[in-house]
């Protein structure tokens, strides 16, 4: 495989992984797929870790992550090893 090859795939699947943060916290459902909202609050959250309050969002929002990885079950997946490593 072309190494521009292996560097799309693993792109897609970063991406793909994201999007699975969108589903996992329930942004999707409660947007009701509305890209607009989602785009918006994605600009607020790059507007705040611009800010001066930076480091405390990314405190706090690093901290309730870490908490709903925790508690959530791993499965056996592929992401899974991922999220394990995220977590150390």
């Not at 589903?23 to 890209?35: F, H, P, S, Y």
């Amino acid at each position: 495989m072309r190494t521009w090859q292996v560097e799309r795939r693993k792109r897609t699947r970063h991406l793909i992984e994201l999007g699975g943060l969108l589903v996992k916290a329930g942004i999707v459902e409660l947007t009701n797929d509305d890209r607009s909202i989602i785009y918006g609050a994605l600009i607020w959250m790059a507007d705040k870790l611009k800010s001066e309050d930076a480091e405390r969002a990314r405190r706090l929002w690093a901290e309730k992550g870490k908490a709903a990885f925790a508690s959530e079950p791993l499965v056996n997946s592929p992401t899974a090893s991922h999220a394990q490593q995220d977590r150390a």
